[in-house]
C-alpha cells in the first residue's frame, strides 16, 4: 500500500508515520506535505497513493479546499485536533477521522476499516465522493450517513440504512436487522450510531435498540408511564421506551 500524509506539524506528521510504519511495515510512505498547495500540485502530477492521512487545518488554509482543485482517488483518514469541523461528514464520507493526539490503537483500527473498504472498492469501483463533505461544511449542513460496509462470511457487502428496520447491541455486539429480515454485524456502537443515523428516521428507545420510524406498527401505554412499541410484521420484538423518553418519542412519530 502507498500513503501519503499531509499534516502540518512535523512532529505529529513524523509521529504517525512512525506508527503507521510500525502497524504496517510494509506500506509505503511515499509522500508528506504541509500545505493545501503542496498536496494539490502533487496530486496533479502523480498517480494517487492508496490512502491518504490528511489534517484538516493546513498552512494555507482547510485541507477540504483541496477537492476544489483536484479529483482525490486515494481514500481518506482525516486527523484533527478540533471537532467543529463538521464531524459528521467525516464519518460519512470518509474511511475514519483520528483526533489528535493520536492513539495507536485509534489508528490501527482506522487501518482495518481502510483495509476492509478498499477491498470493497477495488471490487465495486466505487470511488467515495469527497466533495459531500466541502459541499456539506460551505452549506453548514449535518450529514448523516445513508449506508454501511459490512462482512459476510466470503465477501463484502453495502447496505443503505432505508433498509435498516432496527439495530440492537447484545453481549458486545451490534447487528441491523434489515427489513428484509436478514441481519448483520456492524462494527459501531450504539452511542456512535445515535449520532451518525439521521433523527428523523432513527431514534434511541433505550439502551438497547434504535429504530427506523418505518418499523413502528404501533404504541401501547405500558405501567409507570412507559411505552410499549411493536414493531411491523414479521418483526416480534417488543421494544420498551422509559417514562423519562416517552415524551419525546411520541414526538417523534408525529413529526
Request: charged share 30%; aromatic share 12%; hydrophobic share 40%.
Amino acid at each position: 500500500m502507498k500513503v501519503v500524509i499531509v499534516e502540518d506539524e512535523i512532529h505529529n506528521r513524523r509521529m504517525l508515520e512512525g506508527m503507521v510504519r510500525k502497524l504496517r511495515p510494509k506500506w509505503e510512505v511515499v509522500a508528506a506535505f504541509e500545505s493545501v498547495k503542496s498536496t494539490v500540485e502533487w496530486l496533479n502530477s502523480n498517480s494517487h497513493p492508496d490512502l491518504i492521512f490528511m489534517d484538516i487545518q493546513l498552512t494555507d488554509g482547510v485541507s477540504f479546499s483541496i477537492f476544489e482543485h483536484v479529483i482525490v482517488k486515494s481514500l481518506i483518514i482525516f486527523t484533527t485536533a478540533y471537532d467543529e469541523y463538521a464531524i459528521q461528514a467525516f464519518k460519512v464520507n470518509s474511511i475514519d477521522y483520528l483526533l489528535k493526539p493520536i492513539k495507536e490503537d485509534d489508528l490501527s483500527f482506522a487501518i482495518s476499516k481502510f483495509e476492509m473498504a478498499y477491498k470493497y472498492i477495488n471490487e465495486e469501483k466505487e470511488q467515495p465522493n469527497y466533495n459531500e463533505i466541502l459541499n456539506a461544511i460551505k452549506k453548514g449542513e449535518k450529514k448523516y450517513r445513508q449506508r454501511f460496509l459490512v462482512s459476510g462470511a466470503t465477501s463484502l457487502s453495502k447496505i443503505s440504512t432505508d433498509d435498516i428496520a432496527f439495530i440492537y447491541s447484545e453481549n458486545k455486539l451490534t447487528t441491523a436487522v434489515c427489513f428484509d429480515g436478514k441481519e448483520h454485524i456492524i462494527d459501531y456502537a450504539l452511542d456512535k450510531l445515535e449520532e451518525e443515523l439521521d433523527p428523523d428516521k432513527f431514534y434511541r428507545a433505550n439502551r438497547q435498540y434504535i429504530l427506523n420510524i418505518d418499523s413502528v406498527h404501533k404504541i401501547e401505554s405500558y405501567f409507570g408511564g412507559k411505552l410499549i412499541v411493536k414493531l411491523i410484521a414479521p418483526f416480534k420484538s417488543t421494544i420498551t421506551v422509559s417514562r423519562l423518553k416517552a415524551a419525546s418519542f411520541k414526538y417523534w412519530i408525529d413529526q
